[in-house]
């Protein structure tokens, strides 16, 4: 159902692929920024961008369940860090490899920005995924 490609000619990604197929019929969730709040909309981990990115992930794996999907089904991630330091967006991209997202690999943008949408929040992150047939599910 996927066919995740990394180009023979280009730099090999260490942890991504450079592109994701999927087969036409397929369905597919785009998902809203994951942002880390909790449940009540508090900010989770202030100051810590690693602590924000778990809380990020597990959100994001919430949206993913409500949609019949997981972590394992996705195809693209849009991955933002308040930082132009590289060793803040490496420790956050450690997060997200360790939490199953680069288990395909699936493509992936690293980006350092100025500012997110909550006072404090210095990580979020977008995805698409393909939902899986009932069957199909791991």
Do not use: K
């Not at 996927?2 to 597919?28: C, D, K, Q």
């Not at 794996?61 to 132009?84: C, F, K, M, N, P």
């Not at 360790?98 to 920005?113: D, E, Q, W």
């Amino acid at each position: 159902m996927i066919r995740r490609v990394s180009v023979p000619v280009l730099f090999p990604p260490p942890t991504y692929s450079h592109a994701s197929v999927v087969e036409a019929g397929t369905r597919l969730a785009f998902l809203a920024g994951a942002v880390p709040l909790d449940a009540d909309g508090q900010l989770v981990g202030a100051g810590d961008p690693v602590r924000q990115a778990e809380q990020v992930l597990a959100n994001l794996g919430e949206q993913l369940r409500a949609v019949g999907s997981d972590l394992g089904h996705v195809v693209a991630t849009d991955v933002y860090v308040v930082s132009s330091e590289t060793a803040v967006l490496s420790a956050v991209w450690e997060v997200v490899e360790a939490s199953g997202l680069s288990a395909g690999p699936h493509s992936s943008t690293l980006v350092g920005v100025a500012c997110l949408g909550y006072s404090g929040q210095l990580v979020e992150i977008t995805a698409t995924a393909v939902v899986p047939d009932e069957g199909t599910r791991a």
